[in-house]
C-alpha cells in the first residue's frame, strides 16, 4: 500500500505531501485526496495534535487506498468535514503526509517541519471531542471564563504534553484550537495564546492558594505556562541565534521540555530543533538507535554551551547509556530543588569544557579527583555526629557555638534542597534557638522546621570524605571508596565510581554532590557556599596560593585548566 500511495518526495525541492479533505458528509468513513507540492508556492494549513493511543485502528481513505489511523487523527478529519475546516485549502497531517515507514524520509521531513508550521496559513490545533474536553472548557478560554474547573480540564488535555507541540505553536502565526465541536481562534500562541492561562493564574494566586483543588489548579496552570511560555521566549529570540550569549540558553530550553512525551524516543531531541535554527550540528534520522541520538544531543550541547551543565542531569543508570548521557525517556533523574541548587554552583570556577568522544561513548575530558568517600550514612540522626568528625579533621580548636552555628549553617544549605521554602539569614539562628531549647520559640514553628529537617535528610545519603568534608546526594547514589571528581566546566563535583574499559581507566558518574559547607569563620555573618570551599581547597592546594581568587588572579584561567587532568568518564 505504502509503494503506491507513497510516490518518492525530492527533498532538494522541498517537496511536501497536502490532504484534501472530501466534502461527502453522508459517509461514515472519512476519504481524502493526497497531492504533493512544494513547500512555499501553494497555501496551506496544518494540523496540531496529539497522536494519543498509538494503535492504528480506524479506517479512512486517502486517494482510494484504504489507510489506517489513530482514533483521534480519524476523529479530527471527520470534525474537520463536518464543520468545513481548510475547505478552501488543503492540509498538511504528519501522520499522513509523511511515509512513517520510510526512515529516511521521516528525517528529511522533519527539518522541514519548522518552516511548516511557520508558512502554514491556519495551525489548527484538535484536542479531542467532548469525552476529553468539556464544551465547557472551550467557553472558559474563548471568553476567559472564572470556571477554574473546566479550563483545568482543557489544559490537562494530553496535547499540551506532546513534545512536537511546542515546535508547531512556536511557528504558527494563527491558531485555531478545536474541541467539542467549537473552534477559538488565537492569533499566535506566543504571543497571546498564554494570556487566558496568565489571566486565570494571577487570580489563583491573590486568592492564596488555600484549599487544595485551587492549589492543584495553580500548579498546573504553573506547568503549562512554563513550557507554553518558554516555547513563545524561544520563537522570539530566535532572532539572535548568532550572539554568543544564545548558546548559554540552549541546555536549559532543552531540559525545561524534558517532561514532554513522544512516541518515538527520538523525537524528544528532534522535536526541539526546529526550534533552535543552527545552534546544533544535528540532523534527524531515525536510522540511528535512541542511545546514539541522545549522546549526540549531548556532545552538541556541551559544544555549544562550552560547559557541562548537561551532566548534572545525566547518571540515569541506563543500560544502553554512558553515565555522562542524559536519559531524555525518564520524566525526571534527580529532585528538582536539588538539580537548581547544582546548576547554581560553579565548582570548577567557570572554566570552559574541553571534551573530546572516544568509541562513540566515552568522553575524554579534564578532571581531577578532589576527595574520597569514606563513610555513607542514611537517617537523619546520623548526620550531627558524622559533621563533627568531618570538623575535627580541620584545624581548630572551635566552640560548641561555631560547631553548631556551623552545623546549622549547613543544614538549612541541605533543606533549600527540598524545595519547600526559601530560607533568609535568620534561619541558622531559629535552629540554634531550636537546639538550646530557647522558650521564646514557638512550640509549632520549632516542630515544623525540625520535621522538615528530618524529611529532607532523609531522601538523601550524607557522606564524609578523607578530607572531613560532608556531602549529600539523592539517596543510593554513593557508596564508600567512591572517588569525588571534579570536572572542568561542571557546577558541581561529582560522586563517581572507577572502571576499566579494555587497558582505559575510566569513571562511571553516580550524581552531582553537594558539599556542605564547613566555615566556622563567617565575615560579616555570612558564611562561604559549600562550591566555594570545594574551589578553594582544590585549586589553592594545586597551586600552592593563598585563595581561590588569587589562584585565578595569579595564573589565569588556562593555568588554572592546566592543573586539571585528562580523565575519560564512561
Request: charged fraction near 25%.
Amino acid at each position: 500500500m505504502a509503494e503506491t500511495l507513497y510516490m518518492p518526495l525530492n527533498a532538494a525541492e522541498s517537496q511536501i505531501r497536502l490532504l484534501v479533505i472530501d466534502p461527502v458528509e453522508h459517509e461514515a468513513t472519512v476519504s481524502c485526496t493526497m497531492q504533493m507540492a512544494k513547500l512555499g508556492e501553494q497555501a496551506f494549513d496544518a494540523l496540531s495534535y496529539c497522536w494519543g493511543n498509538p494503535v492504528k485502528d480506524t479506517r479512512i481513505i486517502v486517494n482510494g487506498t484504504q489507510l489506517m489511523v489513530t482514533a483521534n487523527l480519524a476523529t479530527a478529519l471527520f470534525h474537520f468535514r463536518q464543520s468545513g475546516v481548510s475547505s478552501d485549502v488543503p492540509i498538511w497531517i504528519d501522520a499522513i503526509c509523511i511515509n512513517q515507514a520510510d526512515n529516511t524520509e521521516r528525517g528529511s521531513q522533519v527539518q522541514l517541519m519548522g518552516s511548516l508550521y511557520q508558512q502554514a496559513r491556519k495551525v489548527h490545533v484538535w484536542l479531542s471531542d467532548e469525552s476529553a474536553v468539556p464544551r465547557a472548557s472551550m467557553q472558559a478560554l474563548a471568553e476567559l471564563s472564572e470556571s477554574f474547573r473546566d479550563l483545568l480540564a482543557l489544559i490537562q488535555n494530553a496535547y499540551w504534553t506532546r513534545a512536537w507541540v511546542q515546535q508547531e505553536i512556536a511557528f504558527a502565526l494563527c491558531c485555531v484550537i478545536h474541541g467539542s465541536g467549537m473552534m477559538v481562534r488565537l492569533d499566535g500562541i506566543p504571543s497571546h495564546g498564554t494570556l487566558p492561562f496568565f489571566d486565570v493564574y494571577r487570580q489563583l494566586e491573590l486568592t492564596g492558594c488555600r484549599s487544595r483543588e485551587i492549589r492543584s489548579m495553580r500548579d498546573s496552570l504553573r506547568e503549562l505556562l512554563y513550557q507554553v511560555a518558554t516555547t513563545g521566549f524561544v520563537a522570539k529570540i530566535r532572532q539572535f541565534a548568532h550572539e554568543p550569549s544564545y548558546a548559554r540558553l540552549i541546555t536549559g530550553i532543552f531540559l525545561s521540555y524534558r517532561p514532554l512525551r513522544a512516541t518515538d524516543p527520538r523525537d524528544k531531541v528532534y522535536g526541539m530543533l526546529g526550534l533552535l535554527p543552527g545552534s546544533l550540528d544535528l540532523s534527524p534520522d531515525y536510522t540511528k538507535p535512541v542511545s546514539e541520538v541522545y549522546t549526540d544531543l549531548t556532545v552538541e550541547l556541551i559544544k555549544a554551551t562550552q560547559d557541562l551543565e548537561i551532566l548534572h542531569v545525566a547518571c540515569s543508570g541506563s543500560a544502553d547509556l554512558p553515565s555522562w548521557v542524559p536519559d531524555l525517556r525518564i520524566h525526571r533523574q534527580f529532585p528538582e530543588a536539588f538539580v537548581d541548587k547544582v546548576k547554581g554552583s560553579r565548582a570548577s570556577a567557570g572554566l570552559a569544557a574541553d571534551i573530546n568522544v572516544e568509541d562513540g561513548n566515552l568522553l575524554r575530558t579534564r578532571g581531577s579527583i578532589i576527595d574520597v568517600v569514606e563513610r555513607v550514612e542514611r537517617g537523619v540522626h546520623k548526620i550531627r555526629p558524622l559533621f563533627d568528625e568531618g570538623a575535627a579533621r580541620f584545624p581548630g580548636p572551635y566552640t560548641e557555638r561555631q560547631l553548631s552555628g556551623t552545623f546549622w549553617n549547613a543544614i538549612t544549605n541541605s533543606i533549600s534542597l527540598q524545595g519547600h521554602r526559601r530560607f533568609n539569614e535568620s534561619d541558622a539562628e531559629l535552629c540554634l534557638r531550636i537546639m538550646q531549647n530557647d522558650n521564646t520559640v514557638e512550640d509549632a514553628t520549632a516542630e515544623k522546621f525540625v520535621m522538615l529537617c528530618t524529611e529532607t535528610l532523609e531522601n538523601y545519603d550524607v557522606l564524609l570524605t578523607a578530607q572531613g568534608h560532608v556531602g549529600q546526594v539523592p539517596k543510593g547514589r554513593v557508596e564508600a571508596d567512591d572517588k569525588l571528581l571534579m570536572l572542568a566546566g561542571a557546577g558541581a563535583p561529582f560522586t563517581a565510581m572507577r572502571q576499566r574499559i579494555g587497558d582505559k581507566e575510566a569513571f562511571a558518574l553516580r550524581s552531582p554532590c553537594v558539599l556542605l559547607p564547613f566555615d566556622p569563620d563567617p565575615i560579616d555573618g555570612k558564611y562561604k557556599l559549600e562550591h566555594e570551599i570545594a574551589t578553594s581547597d582544590f585549586l589553592v592546594r594545586r597551586a600552592g596560593l593563598g585563595s581561590c581568587s588569587e589562584t585565578l588572579q595569579e595564573l589565569g584561567k588556562q593555568a588554572v585548566l592546566d592543573l586539571f587532568e585528562e580523565v575519560i568518564i564512561c
